[in-house]
C-alpha cells in the first residue's frame, strides 16, 4: 500500500486552474488522479477527452458543460465525462477543489484541432 501526501503531488498549472497530479504512470500502471483547483469565475477550454473522466467535487460548486448541457456540480456530487464528448468546466462563485480520476494516456482534443497530452494523465 501506497500512502500519498501533498508533498509527494507533482504541481502543474494551465489554462488557469492548477492541477496537482498524485497518481500517473510514475507510480500507477491503471490510474491517474489529481487534485484540481479552479479559481472563482474561471472559463474553461472546451475540449473532448480521449477516455472518461470522473470528477468529484471536493469542495465547492463547478459548471460543467458536457455536449452542451450545462450542469452545476456541487460538493460530493461527481460529473462522469465519457470518452470523446466536448466537456467545458468552468469555476463557480469560489475556488472549487475537484478529484479527478481517469486512466493513463489520456489525451484532449481542442475545438481547432490541437491535441494535448496533459502531463498530469500520462
Not at 477550454?45 to 455536449?67: F, K, M, N, Q, Y
Not at 465525462?81 to 486512466?103: F, K, L, M, S, Y
Request: proline share 5%; hydrophobic share 40%.
Amino acid at each position: 500500500m501506497s500512502v500519498l501526501g501533498a508533498a509527494d503531488a507533482v504541481r502543474f498549472d494551465a489554462h488557469g486552474s492548477t492541477f496537482a497530479s498524485y497518481v500517473a504512470s510514475r507510480n500507477s500502471t491503471q490510474l491517474c488522479a489529481w487534485k484540481l483547483t479552479v479559481p472563482a469565475g474561471t472559463r474553461g477550454v472546451a475540449h473532448r477527452p480521449s477516455r472518461d473522466e470522473v470528477l468529484l467535487v471536493l469542495d465547492g460548486t463547478l459548471h460543467v458543460t458536457i455536449d452542451g448541457s450545462r450542469n452545476r456540480v456541487e460538493q460530493g456530487n461527481v460529473a462522469l465525462v465519457r470518452a470523446g464528448a466536448e466537456v467545458i468546466v468552468d469555476g463557480g462563485p469560489r475556488e472549487t477543489t475537484v478529484w479527478v480520476t481517469t486512466t493513463p494516456g489520456l489525451t484532449a482534443t481542442l475545438n481547432d484541432g490541437t491535441q494535448l497530452t496533459p502531463p498530469w494523465a500520462q
